[in-house]
């Protein structure tokens, strides 16, 4: 079973941090790339960071110089750093993985951890 699990969500004033987490376990595929996604209420769901297989990063404007996504990939683990966190980073925060096993690309995603950010 292929399986993510996240944790680090929570309430949180403006200005505060906080950092989640999401572990994997079971065959994610290979050369995957791990994101974290977040949707807000009325929005559409949104990527927030990327890091590939080679430790490429990628960001969302609104989150640039505020959030830092990492991988620790003996430990099968991403994280997302968040610092500065301000009242519009509220929503579910989702990771996924995308990988390929054989010539098929596979997503998986976590079950969603919730960020609530207060002023």
């Known amino acids: 079973q292929v399986q993510l699990v996240e944790s680090g969500g929570g309430l949180v004033q403006a200005g505060g941090s906080l950092r989640l987490s999401c572990a994997a376990s079971g065959d994610i595929g290979s050369m995957n790339t791990m994101s974290w996604y977040r949707q807000a209420p009325r929005k559409q769901r949104e990527l927030v960071a990327s890091?590939?297989?080679?430790?490429?990063?990628d960001y969302a404007n609104s989150v640039k110089g505020r959030f830092t996504i990492s991988r620790d990939n003996a430990k099968k683990t991403i994280y997302l750093q968040m610092n500065n966190l301000k009242v519009e980073d509220t929503g579910v925060y989702y990771c996924?993985?995308?990988?390929?096993?054989?010539?098929?690309?596979?997503?998986?995603w976590g079950q969603g951890t919730q960020v609530t950010v207060s002023s």
């Open positions: 996924k993985s995308s990988g390929y096993v054989g010539p098929y690309q596979y997503d998986y």
């Open positions: 890091i590939s297989e080679g430790y490429t990063r």
